[in-house]
């Protein structure tokens, strides 16, 4: 899905249905951080990863205070988003 708003209305629905949420930073109406912390309110133990190609909207420090657990930087090639995603869901079952 494309639209956040739509995105959050699915997840607020069937929350249990996700086992990670990939946004990108830069969406009309809500952006991905805000996306991500309302995420958080319904189920705060999913994962979240955010792209971007703005590092200085989202530092390190920033996406960790939000619990997303990883930033992709635009552009990015498919091997770089699939690495990111095994390496998040595996840390994830770690925890």
Do not use: H, N, W
Not at 81 to 92: C, M, N, P, S, W
């Amino acid at each position: 899905e494309t639209s956040s708003r739509k995105v959050l209305k699915v997840f607020r629905a069937k929350p249990y249905e996700f086992d990670l949420v990939i946004s990108d930073m830069t969406m009309p109406k809500m952006t991905g951080d805000v996306l991500a912390e309302e995420i958080k309110t319904i189920r705060a133990e999913v994962p979240i990863i955010l792209c971007t190609g703005y590092s200085e909207k989202m530092t390190p420090a920033r996406a960790k205070a939000l619990g997303i657990k990883a930033v992709v930087m635009k552009p990015a090639v498919v091997e770089e988003i699939a690495g990111t995603i095994r390496k998040v869901l595996d840390q994830t079952t770690k925890d």
